[in-house]
């Protein structure tokens, strides 16, 4: 069974983004974006949040765009890891 499939199983939230940065050993920084409703004008808002991502083989670079997962923490910041590369960077 794919990784995907056993994460929908478990719950664990599943994020795409692309990586700003990759200047730490088996660590990567993942830009999310989404959009959201604001509460009071209900006007579509973009928001933006960044991840430290653990990258095992430090195979992200940047440019990347990528697939997350939840995990249990790996460090102070660290709760994500690299699920897969969706697309290289040109």
Same mark, same amino acid.
């Given at each position: 069974?794919?990784?995907?499939?056993?994460?929908?199983?478990?719950?664990?939230? =599943?994020?795409?983004?692309?990586? =700003?940065?990759?200047?730490?050993?088996?660590?990567?920084?993942?830009?999310?974006? @989404?959009?959201?409703? *604001?509460?009071?004008? /209900?006007?579509?808002?973009?928001?933006?949040? /960044?991840?430290?991502? *653990?990258?095992?083989?430090?195979?992200?670079?940047?440019?990347? *765009?990528? @697939?997350?997962?939840?995990?249990?923490?790996?460090?102070?910041?660290?709760?994500?890891?690299?699920?897969?590369?969706?697309? /290289?960077?040109?």
């Amino acid at each position: 069974m794919s990784e995907i499939k056993k994460a929908i199983q478990r719950r664990k939230k =599943v994020l795409q983004g692309v990586i =700003v940065s990759d200047k730490m050993e088996k660590t990567a920084v993942a830009l999310v974006k @989404r959009t959201v409703q *604001h509460p009071l004008y /209900k006007r579509t808002v973009k928001r933006s949040k /960044k991840y430290k991502i *653990h990258d095992e083989q430090n195979t992200c670079r940047i440019g990347d *765009h990528v @697939r997350l997962i939840e995990c249990k923490p790996i460090s102070k910041d660290k709760c994500w890891r690299l699920l897969d590369v969706i697309r /290289k960077a040109v």
